[in-house]
Structures are given as structure tokens and as C-alpha cells.
């Protein structure tokens, strides 16, 4: 019961099915006093939007925020702001044919096994449109914290990857391609793939990579909510991901003490950065770079089984929105989570 | 601050420092009337010890919990489960060497920059001798669901892996060997590569997998607190933990969702289980498995350098107990954590 | 920070200024397939609306609840209930007067203390507006529990009480009069009373009586989360309350222990009840009881020294809307937060 | 589930029954740094003893607290504080008389229904020795706010109540006579009727009177963490209250509008103090005064009816210890809880 909430003094609780009038959270705990920038705000809910370019998808959302408290001439108050964001073209869509059944990797069978009864339009809470409630939370989290820098961006899909170091990178370049990879050649290449996969009807999985710096020492509480455990838990909490990894991640399970180590430098910084940003659960000082691995989502324009709510097992072929990789989109959100999670931690200290 | 405690109905509060007079926690919202072996928790005591054989630490370490309340004639009151674990040999150890230094890749440098002050005594509260009392915890927790098979186990140690999926694996053989790898073939290459690091001095990392059989459909609370987000944040928070997978992990980042989906039997089981047992955050009743990600410890018996409280950099030897590989160790403190989340989200449902 | 969320399992939290665009809040964790009845809902909200007789308040409020999630086909589904009450005429009010100035027993100094900014329009945050979303959870929580009866009533207004046990009442006349006092002869002294005091352009104070019945044995988590501190917090987080007694009470500090005694029947019932239905922090089936303390509103329609921002004291007028007595329109909030503690505790049990 | 903690970012967890082995509790988020005065902590145990004076009680008590952890040097080090309270002679009790009874007005027969199974031995864990706990983490959150004066004291045993404002007495005198009434004559009259009750077997109850002195403005968080709720809260979770009060109280609840506002000095001081230096849940710099009501206890040295869990009523001779009026011991329980919830505060503001 009652998991909708995330943060300790920071908190954001969201609400809102995929289909219903409209989505929306609280967010609890924002400093007072800041000037927010509006349009910001929204940018970054464009950027979460689908149907951005030709690549993604065709559904068209407004996601206009309303906010409805907490903000008095363009500040923060110090109360909790209320918003919303409604859903627009929620009732032209027709999803009687998935009311009686369970589509494959989605939520739909245990969402009904665990309450008894389910919203089964577009994925209803399960659908990853929740997301956009976060998106408004780390865009105001963000602008809390303005000297920090929080990156992310697509680092695979499939197996085209980055071949470089993210210090390699010109992270001012991760918008100038529909995939969001500041690598222009790997974009490309990562572009093409997906306009394959979406002919093919089918979908593909990748990894966003995010680098937050200029974090000050200090951040995240031994033992149980060491910052990286929670950055963890904030990046599992988001749809279709499926691992986390930070600094060496599982390519420092393979390697040796010796070579692992980081060496400090006199002023406490260190010469390496195996440890990404963190020692011990608490911020070193140092970048803070990790990893998250989306899966292909469930939702495919191909023939595949279904079962039904009588137990049979049919074939169904995918109709409505299709986005071939979702991973794009996860950026914005990855970004989200991070700056929540960061702000958190800050008002803890 | 205030980050000593993890879950939300079952709730484990630790405390304690490697060098302290004791180390201990209190287990709250454990259900009443459970009768309590207590030689299975002391096994499990035993099993996270360190010095177990050849391979692993010389400590000898007793860590023989003593109950202190909650419990009347043998069976859980429903009341807090206090208990302390004594540091038996605590006054024996020199640590005056790192009294004004520290060491790469440990916490000692980010306690005294965020605390002020620290316990530099066998790294205090960082040491990995905190997991003792996770280890009680999830031990009783494993005790209030006897149906619920929690095994884990040694995967990968450096480059050498387990070359089979879990299904072709013997759980049984999991203690028969000292890294705690079912596959014996395996098993003796580990071990003979740990013999090697250790020689050198040096340590190396490794992961370790866990499997949940058994879990009734439904654990687990959408949004934020899904199934793996919790599971995900509770192996984050061990010491040396630098990733996290479940079901098809980093690799279902590769896929295509054709691949990936996992279609359903008549019953609601699925034939493939990429998903990992969860969806949307929810067990689906189908096998839970997921992969951690354990860095190289950071205390080797080598030459290295530190810093010093007046930023001198200076060579110094490593010295005191040794720990190659953490990785079979860290199978009991995978299982407990396991335990206590799942327990919670029993509570919760 | 954050303080705007009540409960574990079952949470409300709030949103929402005085005369910002609404009020509302989000419901977590109510349990699925409940078939609300939306009209209970709205009479809850009449109930607590000001302007409802001559005795009260002018302010015409609509305050017409619009569910955004969590509900399907009339169902709750287990996700979270999101909720707005629009503020409907916020717009027609003036407030410049108060802008730079601080009203005395008003909490308009302390939030610009605390926060360094404030939205001084009608109370903004610190408003009794703000229980209108408290009284929508708590009319979901009663319909979640239907067999557990919670009845509150004005028991006294300024000097003026009930002079009977609660026994002798029948709370099918609490609202069969304008001050929701079940004792006709009571209430219509109370009545002419608040007239009077209305025309002095004065406020007076009262106490909300709220008797429980039918409780099951077991609510309540020893030792900090009694039931009975849980009701006193969730009472004194009311606007206007100074005190909080159950059971005997503060006359309870009077009695001797040979006196205060409640002695047993064979069935576990006790024949006096002066512990409340409570005992060591647990329900004990009996009836609850509690009695809650309302200081005088501090908007008064009389000349009063106010503060400004410049340390300069002044006479204003008040002028705007005035309710003499709080208390009958405290009577649902009082019953809300009722339900929203028991429910969180049955969840918890 | 899980009520045995007290707090957001200090936070005290306590476990332990009357007669098991040991009590104690684990304080997370203290502040670093801080030089604990031992014998200051050791004092306030002192006085929450039993068997302090001819008036209280027979059992003598060592109390002595053995810290285990979070303190290095002296210094609290910021890690949680772990501690035990050794239980010295609680085998030395025979309580088979009550182990399948129910005593009236105990927590006996909740907890049985409850949990299905109880520690009968001295009422387990609802005994008030739960409360030594608390004392040694409010002593310590008293040294980390030493600028905060909080004075308890007896206000009332019986009938006999201090017939002054508190503003008239002298705090130094409350420990200068054995019921802690720091007015003298009041004090005697006090003692006097206690002795009277004691010859009678007897108990009574009354009433401890807190004042918070030095406060600075903006310790609360709106809406649901007033201040005074959380006050209320903690001195709600003390055994054997029944009732709570802050400023005007329910005196308040008499009072009409015009009396009751708290009129502005130029400085944002008030010239009354009706609010009790809390407005809108928000300290204000004055005073925070509040009064807390005690029943009498329930063990008496009477022939009294018990409840056997057969369902059978027999008159029981009450034997044992006998603490006549709780009142004076509960003075440092009730300074401690106060300090608790204002440490807490201080760390979320």
C-alpha cells in the first residue's frame, strides 16, 4: 500500500492514469523563494512528450502543466504545490479490445491478480505517462539546485554504443538528435536502427548514462540510504528499467583491488574515478556518472498471444501508438529522478 | 540524516562501528508468534563471518547474537526484536596508522568531511561488519516465510562465470564449496584464482545471483516503491555493491521486444521469464532473479598511496586482515536483504 | 519540511491556499474495489462548507470535488485517488489590506518568519480551507470501513455544554440543527448564543465531542504509535485546536487508581469505560471517546492592533467574512480525520 | 506494525520489556560533533528511577545506560547511537500470578488479543520502564539545543493544583522536594495526599506542566506536523496520558475571539500568550507552554476483579511494587519527549 510517494523532505507523490482526466503530483518540501522559470519547466516536459520526431512516436500530448498552489508571484512558497496535467485526448482512444486481456510483459495481469480490478485503458497507472508528473517534480528540483549539472543521455540502443569516455563527450550536443546521444556518428547510427525497427513493428531496448558535477561532499546518509542505493532505487522506480550500475559498475566486478582503487590527489580529489563520485554512500566531491538499462517495452505492431481473463490464449495484433525505443524519451526522466533524489539529500544534510 | 533504518511495516534499525564495544539493531513490526530457531540464525551468523577458510580473512570473529526483548518462551511477542552482536576482539587491533589518513577507496575521507570526525578504527560505520546485523534480521525474516525459497549465490568472480542459466544449477551445492558457487567446476577455478589474488595481496570483485522461488502474486507497490526498486535499493546499500540487474538485466537493454516479451501460459505462469518474476513493479508469481555487482575490496597488502589530514601524500603498506574476495561472504547479506524486503512488502500488501 | 502528509499505509496529502486556483490532494493507498458513493462524499463537504445557516458564515463556497484518478467505473483501483476543490470566487476578494500586515493569533508572521515570503490572501496555506481535502479522504476512509460508526458533535460553545453523558444522546439529531449539538435544548442555547456573539462582530470557542463505536479489538501500534496519540496528533493538526482528551480525560488526572479502574466482564468488555476503548495504545472494542478543544477564531469584525512589516502597530477594522464559532463546521473535519487514522491503523494491524 | 519510532531525521527507536534481559533504543540523526555529558544523561535517568523518596516506590533501579556505538572520544560521531539499559533484577520478581489474568485498566488483555501471546512479566513491553529509553535520547537532544530551556513540572496530583501562572515560580526549586512541584507550599499539600494514598494501596493521577523557554521562531511544519501536534503526539505515547493541552487549551475553548488574540508588540513579540508561542503550527519566539494529564495508575495494592483467560472474574490481592502517583517521575520523561520533538524540528527546518 501507499507507494506513490518518494523523498524524505523533498517528496514528490504523484497521481494519474494514462486515460483518466488528468495526471498530477504534490510536490512537498521545495525551498521557498525561488523565482521559478515556467517555460523551463515545460521544455523539459516537451522533451518527455511523445511523438517528438519521426523516430518515436504519434501520439500528440499537450502535458501543459497547471500548477494550483504553493507558488505566489512566481515563487516558491515554501507550501506544497499542487498540479496537474490533463490528459487531452484521453476519450478518443479505444481500448475495448485489451479490457479482457493480458498483454504480454505489461502490467495488466498482475495490476488485476493484485487489486482485483483494473483501469485498462493505455496501461492506466502502469503506463509510463506517470512519468511526466516526475518530470515537473526534477525540473523544479533542478532549479533548487542551479549550480549542480545533471546529464543523461542515450548511451546505447541495441548494441550500438558509445565507444568513449562520457569526458570525451559535448553534452550541449544531446538535443541536437531525435535520440538524444551527443555522439553525432553513434546518433546516426542509432537513428537508422530504430526507422528499422519501427518498419518491422517491433521495439528495441538501450541505456542512458548520466553524469551529475559540481555535487558538493557530503550527500547521501550511511548505511541504508546511501545516495547511490537511493539514485538506484529512483532509476528501477521508472518504467521498462530493468538495471543500474554507477562508477565501474559490473565492469568492477571483473577487475582487481589494485587496479580499482582510486588514488587521491593532495587537495582530496582523486586521480581516478572507478568509484564514480561515491564512497561509502556519500558524495566525494567528484563527478557522479551511472548507467540504467531500459528494456524494449512490451507494446509491439506485430501478431503475438495474448491471454484472456477465461485463461484461453489468442493471437492479437499490436494497433495504436507505437514507440519503437523509448529510450530517447528516458532522458528527461532519468534527469528527473536524479535531481529529486539530489535535492533530497541537500535538505537532509 | 537518519539513515539507519530500512523497510516500512518490518523495519530493521541498525547501529554500530567495527571497533565498538558492539554492533547490534532492532527489528520492528515482526509478526507475532513465530517460533524462532536459533541455530539457524546463528548458521547464518556464521556464514557472513569472515575467516570461514583458506581462502577468505583470518578474523576470528564469535559474532554471537544475544536477543534482548521481543522474544518470551522461544517465540517472536510482536514487540521489538532488540539485539546486540559484541566486537569480541576489538582492543587487540592497532589502528593508529590511519588515524590522520585516507586510504584510497575508502569512506574514510567522505565521514570526516561530512561528519567532522570519525571513528577511524577498522573503518567504523563503513566497515562492511554492519551487514552482522542485516544478516539477524533477515535471518527471522527468512523464518516468517517458510515458504518463500531465497537462494543466492556466487556467479562470477574476476572474469571466471557461471556458464549455465540457474535453472541447470543444484542450490544444495552452494555451501559445499568455500567461494559458494553451485557449479563445482567452477568452484575450484574460483577458488584456485582467489588463492592467486590473494598471494599477490590483492583482492578482486565479483557478483553474486539470487533467485526467489515460491513468491505469491503481488508484492510489490506501484510507482515508486516497485518490487525491484526496493530490492534494487536494499543490494545498492551493502558495502561494495556497484550494480544491480533483474530478469534480463543490462543484456534485455540489447533486445528487441519481440525477443523479449514473455508469453503466457493458460494459468497466468509465462514461458519464458525475462521479466524477471516482476511486472509493472508486482510479482507475477514466476521465479525472481536478479544479478549484484560486488567491486574489488579496497584493503589490499600492497603498497599504495593515501592522503593525510594535512594533504601529504605518502606510500604506505596495507596491513592487518585480508579479504581477497568478498563475494562469497556477501551470499548471506544478498539473502538476508532479500528476506527483510520481501517480508516488508508481505506486510504492506 | 514536507509536513503536508498524514498516515502510513492509508495517506493523505494535501495541497492548496485559501485563494489559489484549488485545493486538493492526493489518497494513497485506499484499498481497491470500493464503489464510492460520490454523493456521501459531497454532503461531507456541504457539511464543512461555511455559509450553511444564519448562525455561521456568508462566503458561498461551492467546493464541488473533482476526482482525477484512482476510481474506474465508480470503483477505487487501488492507485492513487487525485482530487481538486476549485476556489471558485477566489478572484472577487480583497486582501491588499493584510499584505504588509499581521493580524494578531493569526499565523501570518510565522510563515513570513519561516519562509521569508507569503501568500497573504484569506490565510493562504495556514487557511481552515485546507481541511476541505481532509474531509474528502475522510469520507472515502468511512466508506472503506461501513461497519465502524464515528460520530462527533458540538458539545459546548463558550460556557455553554452538554450536560450528559454521551450515552443519553442520539447523534441521529446532530444534524437536525444549525450548531450540530444532538441535545435540542443545548443547541438552542448555543444558537442564540453565536447569534449574539456575531453581532458583537466577536467569535467564541467550543468543544467537538466524538464517540467511536463498534471498533474491532487490535488498532493502535505500541509505543509511540498509540492509537490515542495518533488521534491527538491527527485532532491538534485541525485549525484552531488547543487541546486533545479521551477517555476520563483531564478529569482523569483527578480520580484514584481504585476509582478509575475499569473493571471486566467475562466476555472481555469492561463494565466502565473511563479508558476510552483504549489501553496501552490498543483498541480494546469498547467505545472511543474523545473531546476536542477549539480556540475563538481570530478573525474578528471589531477594531484590533495589527503589526506591519515596518514594526509599526496600528488599529484596523476587520472586515470580510466573519464565523463567529468554528465548531459545528468542525464537526465533519473531526470525523474525517477520524476515519482517515483508524483506516491507516486497520491496514497497518 | 512497527510504532517503536519516534521521528523524521532524529529519530529514536526503543525496544525492551519490564523483565527481559535488557532495554534500549538506537538514536539516528544526531548531530556530529557534540561532547556528551555523561553524568548529565546519567542524572536524568536519576530522576525517572523508581524509588526515589518514601513517596514514589520500592524497586530499586541501577538505570545505568551502556552506550555501544555513534560515540568517539566522547564526541558523538553522527552514526546512530546504540544503548542498552540492563534490566539488573528482573528475575528476582514472581509475576505467575498474572500470567493468565487480565488486570484492569492494563494492557493485559489488548496485547493477548492483539498478538495472541504476551510477556506477562511486568506488563512486558507496555510497562513505563519503556520510558528510560526515551530519557536517554531526550538528554542527549538537550545537549545538542543547549540554548533551549525546557522545564517540567508537577501542576496538579488530585485536586491540589498550583494556583499560579508559571511565570510566577522559580524552575530551579522542581527538583527541591520529592514531587517535583516547584512551588513549596503546593509541594507539601502534594506530598501529604500521596503519602494518604500509598496508606490506602491506592493511586491517583495528575498533571505535568511543560515550558519551553528560548525558542527560536519557525520550529513546525504545516499542515499535518504542527508543532504542537507532534508535541501532542509524544506526550500521547507517554503511559498514563489521557490528555493534552498547549497555550490557552481548553480553557481557550471557553474564551471569545476578542479575548483570546494575542496582541503585537512592535518587535513581532505578543503582550498575551494565549497561542503558547505556537501560531499555525509554527513556533513563534515566546513561550511554548503545555500540560499534560496523567491518570492514576493502574496497579493498586487493593483486592480488586481480574479477568482469567478462561473467561473467568476472581478478586486478585495486588502485590508487588506500587508507585502511588506517577506524576513526579513522569517530569523527565515528559522534558525528554520535548526535546526529542524539537530536535527534530531544528534538523527539518
Known amino acids: 500500500?501507499?507507494?506513490?510517494?518518494?523523498?524524505?523532505?523533498?517528496?514528490?507523490?504523484?497521481?494519474?492514469?494514462?486515460?483518466?482526466?488528468?495526471?498530477?503530483?504534490?510536490?512537498?518540501?521545495?525551498?521557498?523563494?525561488?523565482?521559478?522559470?515556467?517555460?523551463?519547466?515545460?521544455?523539459e516536459m516537451q522533451r518527455r512528450k511523445p511523438g517528438q520526431s519521426a523516430i518515436v512516436t504519434q501520439r500528440k500530448e499537450e502535458d501543459a502543466v497547471q500548477f494550483l498552489s504553493g507558488i505566489f508571484e512566481g515563487k516558491t512558497t515554501g507550501t506544497p504545490i499542487g498540479f496537474i496535467v490533463p490528459n487531452t485526448n484521453q476519450k478518443s482512444d479505444d481500448y475495448s479490445h485489451i479490457k479482457d486481456?493480458?498483454?504480454?510483459?505489461?502490467?495488466?495481469?498482475?495490476?488485476?491478480?493484485?487489486?482485483?480490478?483494473?483501469?485498462?485503458?493505455?496501461?492506466?497507472?502502469?503506463?509510463?505517462?506517470?512519468?511526466?508528473?516526475?518530470?515537473?517534480?526534477?525540473?523544479?528540483a533542478k532549479q533548487a539546485m542551479p549550480e549542480i549539472k545533471i546529464n543523461a543521455f542515450v548511451s546505447s540502443v541495441g548494441d550500438i554504443f558509445i565507444d568513449k569516455p562520457y569526458q570525451a563527450l559535448d553534452f550541449s550536443l544531446t538535443e541536437s538528435n531525435a535520440?538524444?546521444?551527443?555522439?553525432?556518428?553513434?546518433?546516426?547510427?542509432?537513428?537508422?536502427?530504430?526507422?528499422?525497427?519501427?518498419?518491422?513493428?517491433?521495439?528495441?531496448?538501450?541505456?542512458v548514462?548520466?553524469?551529475?558535477?559540481?555535487?558538493?561532499?557530503?550527500?547521501?546518509?550511511?548505511?541504508?540510504?546511501?545516495?547511490?542505493?537511493?539514485?538506484?532505487?529512483?532509476?528501477?522506480?521508472?518504467?521498462?528499467?530493468?538495471?543500474?550500475?554507477y562508477g565501474s559498475g559490473f565492469c568492477?566486478?571483473?577487475?582487481?583491488?589494485?587496479?580499482?582503487?582510486?588514488?587521491?590527489?593532495?587537495?582530496g580529489t582523486t586521480k581516478s574515478n572507478l568509484s564514480?563520485?561515491?564512497?561509502?554512500?556519500?558524495?566525494?566531491?567528484?563527478?557522479?556518472?551511472?548507467?540504467?538499462?531500459?528494456?524494449?517495452?512490451?507494446?509491439?505492431m506485430q501478431k503475438q498471444e495474448v491471454l484472456d481473463n477465461k485463461g484461453n490464449i489468442a493471437e492479437q495484433q499490436g494497433k495504436g501508438r507505437h514507440d519503437p525505443c523509448v529510450v530517447p524519451r528516458a532522458v528527461p526522466i532519468v534527469e528527473a529522478m536524479t535531481a529529486i533524489v539530489l535535492l533530497d539529500f541537500f535538505l537532509r544534510k
Chains 1, 2, 3, 4 share one sequence.
Not at 483518466?20 to 510536490?27: D, V
Not at 547510427?189 to 541505456?207: H, N, Q
Not at 568492477?252 to 587537495?267: Q, R, T, V
Not at 564514480?276 to 509491439?300: C, E, H, L
Open 276 to 300: 564514480g563520485g561515491i564512497q561509502g554512500g556519500i558524495s566525494n566531491g567528484m563527478d557522479i556518472y551511472f548507467r540504467v538499462a531500459f528494456k524494449p517495452v512490451a507494446t509491439i
Open 101 to 140: 486481456t493480458y498483454r504480454p510483459s505489461h502490467a495488466d495481469y498482475v495490476y488485476e491478480q493484485k487489486y482485483g480490478i483494473r483501469d485498462y485503458r493505455g496501461g492506466g497507472r502502469s503506463s509510463a505517462r506517470e512519468t511526466a508528473s516526475r518530470v515537473v517534480a526534477g525540473a523544479i
Open 179 to 207: 535520440v538524444r546521444c551527443p555522439d553525432q556518428a553513434t546518433a546516426e547510427k542509432m537513428e537508422a536502427y530504430i526507422k528499422e525497427i519501427r518498419k518491422e513493428g517491433d521495439t528495441v531496448g538501450g541505456t
Open 1 to 43: 500500500m501507499a507507494g506513490n510517494t518518494y523523498g524524505t523532505l523533498f517528496r514528490i507523490t504523484t497521481f494519474g492514469e494514462s486515460h483518466g482526466e488528468a495526471l498530477g503530483g504534490i510536490i512537498d518540501g521545495c525551498p521557498a523563494g525561488i523565482a521559478l522559470d515556467f517555460e523551463a519547466i515545460q521544455k
Open 209 to 245: 548514462t548520466c553524469v551529475i558535477q559540481n555535487v558538493p561532499i557530503g550527500l547521501g546518509e550511511p548505511v541504508f540510504d546511501k545516495l547511490h542505493a537511493e539514485l538506484g532505487k529512483a532509476m528501477l522506480s521508472i518504467n521498462a528499467v530493468k538495471g543500474f550500475e
Open 252 to 267: 568492477g566486478a571483473k577487475m582487481k583491488g589494485s587496479e580499482h582503487n582510486d588514488l587521491y590527489n593532495p587537495d
